[in-house]
């Protein structure tokens, strides 16, 4: 992480400090001079609730807390802010912060200070040295008692797992091949306790898993399946909760080419992929203490003179055969074989998340997630209450089986794409066919990669599903369904 956080010895006096009240009279508390306070009170009069103050020497935030709204809600305006604090601090220059809540929750506090961190993230390896001494914040110091040394290393592995995440998801495939992501998962895992086992494409072929090697075979590099274990000894969980995640390092949309402007951005077709890598990373750092799966198929689609085409007839890993409509539609092909494989593990719940379909964009947006469920009422309804903890929201779509009859073949058991109504439905009734275990679809087809800036999100890879996943485990109920 390129952040420090850590805790303040002392309160501050001449630092760059942030300071948290609840409300206006509070404001009378601080160490502030008259004409500081009367400026502070005017800003928040027109309802705004940051107060940048320059001092010259140095320069004072006033963070007002009185937000209206559920605690979700709250918590999200208290990252907002610290988003906004950290722009001021790169923007002048400010290389260390204090956060000091006068009168705020230490949750509160840790939102703020995860708004900053989560903020202050920039993809700079292919920057030069001019651009990235632009980013000068590296050290936000909290104090406050009242949070422990354990709070603040929860903060400091989530962050870094959501760092790493966007690093993947925006690193071009010139670098991050399959083979190449699935040796950086490696690295990423080394020292900390999970076990880490990438398939090659051998392996592969011997476990027939003919939806990963059909989208492969217009490629020049060769597809892998990564898997993730993360097995404590005193898990509270048996049987684990897997998560499955897209990894196409970049789609062309194989002989079903995309328009070039479709095209720009279809590095990121691997954030299913990365946010799994991610979430692992943080369960295992903190050692969460149930037993959690990651799976990752891992290859390119491109329309090399090889590749597959529409109108091929793929048999996937569990002897299901699919009619090839679409070689765009080339995410649910190597979710199945995942799907498929992680009957091995007779999974407590399994949750795939993927950049699936523009159908899921077009409907909600980069607000939230589209979420579907099969046989995991409860563990739906506790990770839509992990969305709203950590503003990662769930919109639920229906899963009714008559969406499955738009993906009746003539010649085979499934065709890959179904009619031009409900396609983010359609894709996971498409996958829910490889699943006979409780069962979540998430699609991030929106909020997984941003063109523009929005709030500590930031521009490009968000790194959406991996506090979203780290929530969700951490709060997990294992004795539901």
Known sequence: MDTILRKALRKPTAADTVYIIKSLPILDKLPLTDDEKEYAKRIHREKKNL???????????????????????????????????????????????????????????????????????????????????????????????????????????????????????????????????????????????????VFNKRKIESLKMGGLLAVNKGSVDPPTFTVIEWKPKRAKNKKPIVFVGKGVVYDTGGLSLKPSNFMDTMKSDMAGAAAVAGALYAIAKAELPFYVVGLIPATDNRPDGNAYTPGDIITMHDGTTVEVLNTDAEGRLILADALSYAKHYKPRVVVDIATLTGAAARA?????????????????????????????????????????????????????????????????????????????????????????????????????????????????????D
């Open 51 to 197: 107060v940048s103050i320059n001092r010259y020497k140095n320069r004072i935030f006033v963070i007002f807390g009185d937000f209206a709204g559920s605690k979700g809600k709250r918590m999200e305006d208290f990252r907002k802010q610290g988003d906004a604090v950290q722009q001021i601090a790169n923007s002048e220059k400010i290389e260390r912060i204090v956060v000091y809540p006068f009168d705020a929750t230490p949750e509160e506090t840790l939102a703020v200070c995860e708004g900053i961190l989560l903020g202050n993230y920039r993809f700079l390896k292919y920057r030069n040295e001019k651009e990235k001494k632009k980013h000068t914040l590296e050290q936000v110091d909290v104090y406050d008692d009242r949070i422990t040394e354990e709070e603040l290393e929860e903060l400091r592995i989530i962050t870094e797992a959501v760092y790493n995440t966007r690093d993947f998801v925006n690193e071009p495939v010139s670098y991050l091949t399959a083979p190449v992501f699935a040796g950086e998962i490696e690295k990423l895992f080394k020292g900390t306790g999970a076990k880490v086992e």
């Open 364 to 480: 909600i947006g980069p607000q939230a997630i589209v979420g579907m469920k099969a046989k995991a009422e409860s563990y739906f309804t506790q990770i839509k209450k992990s969305g709203d903890r950590v503003h990662e929201r769930i919109v639920e779509f229906p899963f009714w089986d008559e969406y499955k009859e738009q993906l009746k073949s003539k010649v085979a058991d499934l065709k890959n794409i179904g009619g031009v109504e409900a396609g983010a439905i359609t894709a996971g009734k498409f996958l829910e066919h490889f699943t006979d275990y409780p069962y979540i679809h998430l699609d991030i087809a929106a909020p997984a990669f941003l063109e523009k800036r929005d709030g500590y999100r930031g521009e490009g890879g968000t790194g959406v599903g991996v506090r979203l996943f780290y929530d969700f485990v951490k709060s997990f109920n294992n004795k539901s």
